[in-house]
């Protein structure tokens, strides 16, 4: 498998989910991946599936020094960077977040994850791709999409996601940097982060899970390995004349 040969990728929230599913695909097509994660603990253990092919950085997305090491470690080995994932996020739903209950505070500390450093991630992967091009990926959600009135923080967050990504790729395009930006809106994933989410049905994980058929036209729920596949595709020279778009991966659920 050589869809990502010779690539070398950057994935962020890498040690569980959805990035790490990620990691495992790029590297299967031919990738070597530096994984980083805010969990040291995690990121040690998962990357240790993957030997030689990958190694673990411990990155908070939300600091622009932290950035700043990471791609200065990456453009010293392993030289550059051609893909950047932009993944790591953060659902915070200790309480529902509706216009009337969320407060500053938590408000803030979403944006901050969501929206902050994914901002700093394109910006960095501008500056370090800009000479021979490459790939972002930004994972937003379907919640950028439609309204999400229990979850006003989140959904607003994800929505910036998608548009700064179009703005990237308009302003990669018209430098003529080589570089593609898109992003991926997927419905609830069966990750720690869709428990969280499924937790909202009374607390009760499992009945969460259960209810998505009568929400997903396709009658199940997604798994990291689907997501993974969309975002190797938008990374991949396959998807060369691909940019400013958003890929949505919900068994249909925004189509009704």
Sequence with gaps: MTRLIKKIALVTGAATGIGLATTRRF???GAFVVMTDIDAEAGGNAVKEFGANARFLTHDVTKETDWQRVMATISSDPGRLDILVNNAGIL?????????????????????????????????????????GGSIV?????????GTPTLAAYGASKAAVRQLTKTVAIHCAKKEYGIRCNSVHPDPVRTNMGDDLMSMYGGDVDAGWKAIPARVPLKTPAEPIDIANCILFLASDEARHVTGTELIVDGGMTAI
């Design 27 to 29: 590297i299967e097509e």
């Design 92 to 132: 915070a739903i200790g309480d529902h977040q509706t216009i009337e209950d969320t407060d500053l505070a938590h408000w803030q500390a979403i944006q901050q994850v969501n929206v902050e450093g994914v901002f700093l991630g394109c910006q960095a992967a501008v500056k370090a791709m800009k000479d021979h």
């Design 138 to 146: 930004n994972i937003s959600s379907v919640a950028a999409i439609v």
